[in-house]
């Protein structure tokens, strides 16, 4: 079982940003990545869709690759399913990924907090228990649904994230560090750490700009290990692209995202 790959899963590119950083914490692992790029973007899709796309993706996952282990690198997907996998997979690790809001709150020196996410994740009742669950009278969270930005790094629109960008940043109000202004932004979409230069432009260098990578590899370090189930020492990494889009879009986005090195990617 340690040998197993464990499965990673996105509407698209952005679970990569992810996938990074569980490289980068597991180096020894096998990954087999699956983008949904033919059904992205899930955001503005509603909760049945995504529900039923990530029960197929687990199952696929589970059963034509063996995963010891599944992280869901998709905001929206968690917010709309990780209870569900719960329930579907007792046995299976699952990390999902929420919007930084706890370390923000901890971060934050003015009191105010950006959150750029999906309407999906914004909307679901997961989300609103957790910033029910953190504000506070020392700090509140302006929350800003992105409809259209994940979809425009999908396809590497260059005009519209620029926009969109522009847009959503200048709609969440005034960035500094005097009182109430906001002085951390939380990327509540595994999209938008490919726009991170845009965003820390739009939004001014001293925000500081939160995302979840990191703490999603411990935390899948932490499951394995309680399991037994870590790689064993030695062992080189793999990985795996699976997509129901377009393969050589994803492969580019891989090699354009990650550390990928020559003959590790096997597309199918
Ligand atoms: N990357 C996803 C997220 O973290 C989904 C974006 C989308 O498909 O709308 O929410």
Sequence with gaps: MSNSPIGVFDSGVGGLSVLAALQAELPGERFVYFSDAAHAPYGE????????RTLDIARRLVDAHGIKALVGACNTATA??????????????????EPALKPAAAATRTGHVGVLATRGTLASGKFKALHDGLKTDRVRFSLMPC??????????DETAIQTLAAKYVGALGRFGHAPGEIDTLVLGCTHYPFIAADLQRLAGEPVRLIETGQPVAQQARRL??????????????SLQLLTSGDASALDAAAGRWLQVGAGAVALG
């Excluded at 899709?45 to 039923?52: K, L, N, P, Q, S």
């Excluded at 394995?224 to 189930?229: E, H, S, Y």
């Design 147 to 156: 409809d259209g930005l994940a979809g425009a790094i999908e396809r590497l």
């Design 224 to 237: 394995l290990a309680a399991k037994g189930q870590l790689a064993v020492g030695g062992s080189s990494g």
């Design 80 to 97: 709309a399913a990780i209870g569900l996998l719960r329930a579907a997979y007792p046995d299976l690790p699952l990390v999902g990924v």
């Design 45 to 52: 899709r509603g909760d049945a869709f995504v529900i039923e």
